[in-house]
């Protein structure tokens, strides 16, 4: 378990953000799911790397982003792909990999790794997470090797984005998405069961194609979900080295070449720009009033897929 001082977990303003206590306790939960992580990494032999926002606080504030309540970190899918068969097969206590392999429903291309699936307040839950009841989790995301001839990248990104984005859209629109099934299966050069998880099996069929290139020598990567809304282009050897930057009092690793990287993702990252992160700030809220409803139910309900 990790140590904080008693300082860390009182609200406090950073560039003009009030943090309040409890987004500190979602921090250094978040830290403990992360020490499980890295655990892991080292019985088996995988590199890890801060990224998005977390490589961002890490270089800028020395740790989050005062208005952020996530972290991210990635990994060459290599090590990824050896990672998700690790901790798919069990984790510690309450801990679960959510993925497609393990959750049908999930409906993402990358790995989250979470600590429980429910909101508890139970004695031993929030001495482990510091004072935190919340499911907590990490994301973390495929590295992919993209190809450096600039037709064949496109050809391979519109790929990925057709049968990703038709898997996202599935749920809302699923009579659309059947209609263009067959066309579907002849891009990926494969059957899909009409009466299974058609969803699911376009995520799968996504996540195959981001990993087309893996052995092609190229030495361009890329986030390919996001890569095919607005392009940004990694390079391997940004990633050969790692460096330890600090974070909240810990240290956490990075690629060596950060700047290059930070550069690619965000432009001018020293400037701060406060926005949430994608979703309702803080992401607890929404738990909690989920809870509160499962209470008045008498049914504490998973709020994983």
Same mark, same amino acid.
């Given at each position: 378990?990790?140590?904080?001082?008693?300082?860390?977990?009182?609200?406090?303003?950073?560039?003009?953000?009030?943090?309040?206590?409890?987004?500190?306790?979602?921090?250094?939960?978040?830290?403990?799911?992360?020490?499980?992580?890295?655990?892991?990494?080292?019985?088996?032999?995988?590199?890890?790397?801060?990224?998005?926002?977390?490589?961002?606080?890490?270089?800028?504030?020395?740790?989050?982003?005062?208005?952020?309540?996530?972290?991210?970190?990635?990994?060459?899918?290599?090590?990824?792909?050896?990672?998700?068969?690790?901790?798919?097969?069990?984790?510690?206590?309450?801990?679960?990999?959510?993925?497609?392999?393990?959750?049908?429903?999930?409906?993402?291309? #990358?790995?989250?790794?979470?600590?429980?699936?429910?909101?508890?307040?139970?004695?031993?839950?929030?001495?482990?997470?510091?004072?935190?009841?919340?499911?907590?989790?990490?994301?973390? #995301?495929?590295?992919?090797?993209? =190809?450096?001839?600039?037709?064949?990248?496109?050809?391979?990104?519109?790929?990925?984005?057709?049968?990703?984005?038709?898997?996202?859209?599935?749920?809302?629109?699923?009579?659309?998405?059947?209609?263009?099934? =067959?066309?579907?299966?002849?891009?990926?050069?494969?059957?899909?069961?009409?009466?299974?998880?058609?969803?699911?099996?376009?995520?799968?069929?996504?996540?195959?194609?981001?990993?087309?290139?893996?052995?092609?020598?190229?030495?361009?990567?890329?986030?390919?979900?996001?890569?095919?809304?607005?392009?940004?282009?990694?390079?391997?050897?940004?990633?050969?080295?790692?460096?330890?930057?600090?974070?909240?009092? #810990?240290?956490?690793?990075?690629?060596?070449?950060?700047?290059?990287?930070?550069?690619?993702?965000?432009?001018?990252?020293?400037?701060?720009?406060?926005?949430?992160?994608?979703?309702?700030?803080?992401?607890?809220?929404?738990?909690?009033?989920?809870?509160?409803?499962?209470?008045?139910?008498?049914?504490?309900?998973?709020?994983?897929?």
């Amino acid at each position: 378990m990790l140590t904080f001082s008693k300082d860390f977990f009182q609200g406090e303003t950073r560039d003009d953000f009030y943090i309040e206590p409890m987004m500190k306790c979602v921090w250094a939960a978040q830290l403990e799911v992360l020490a499980v992580v890295e655990q892991i990494c080292r019985q088996n032999g995988l590199r890890y790397f801060a990224d998005w926002g977390t490589l961002l606080g890490a270089v800028r504030h020395k740790g989050y982003i005062p208005w952020d309540d996530d972290l991210d970190i990635c990994m060459l899918r290599e090590d990824y792909n050896r990672f998700a068969a690790v901790a798919e097969k069990g984790l510690p206590g309450e801990y679960q990999a959510v993925s497609l392999n393990t959750f049908p429903d999930w409906d993402q291309v #990358f790995l989250r790794v979470v600590n429980a699936c429910t909101v508890s307040y139970d004695e031993e839950r929030l001495r482990q997470f510091h004072g935190c009841p919340y499911m907590i989790g990490i994301d973390i #995301f495929p590295l992919d090797v993209i =190809p450096e001839q600039p037709q064949t990248e496109n050809y391979h990104t519109e790929l990925f984005s057709t049968v990703y984005s038709s898997a996202r859209l599935y749920p809302k629109e699923p009579s659309e998405v059947e209609e263009i099934l =067959p066309d579907l299966e002849d891009l990926c050069g494969t059957s899909f069961n009409r009466s299974g998880n058609l969803q699911n099996q376009l995520l799968r069929a996504a996540d195959a194609i981001a990993q087309n290139y893996a052995s092609s020598g190229s030495r361009l990567l890329t986030h390919l979900a996001d890569h095919a809304v607005k392009k940004h282009f990694l390079r391997k050897e940004w990633y050969e080295e790692c460096v330890y930057l600090p974070f909240e009092g #810990f240290r956490i690793p990075a690629p060596a070449e950060y700047d290059s990287v930070l550069q690619e993702l965000f432009g001018d990252y020293m400037t701060p720009v406060r926005y949430a992160a994608g979703h309702d700030y803080p992401f607890y809220k929404k738990q909690q009033e989920l809870y509160e409803q499962s209470l008045s139910a008498s049914e504490i309900r998973p709020f994983l897929p």
